[in-house]
């Protein structure tokens, strides 16, 4: 006969169970956090158990690729500092008008 589970070994496994489940908003953060390879490896993998059976973190995870992949595509340029200073002196100086 096989052994019976007792109520101690039954908690057991669900604390070493609970460990890797995380809560939704924990799986977004460390989505975030892979996207820009700051997430050990335990918390990887505790993504992808969540990502397993969860539609909204699956779904987080989809757009925030999408995302990573556009910024990484576009062509973005940028004023410097000097220039938006200079932008913005002039539109002072147009509303003292």
Partial sequence: MPPK??????IIVMKTTNNL???CDEAKH????NQYGE???IEI??????L???KVTRAYSKRNGKLTKAIK???VQTLSSSLKEQMKKQLQDELTK
């Fill in 52 to 54: 397993i059976y969860c």
């Fill in 5 to 10: 589970k007792t109520k101690k070994h039954a």
């Fill in 21 to 23: 489940l995380v809560s």
């Fill in 73 to 75: 595509n576009s062509d």
């Fill in 30 to 33: 460390i989505c975030d956090k």
């Fill in 45 to 50: 993998l505790k993504l992808n158990i969540r």
């Fill in 39 to 41: 997430a050990s490896f």
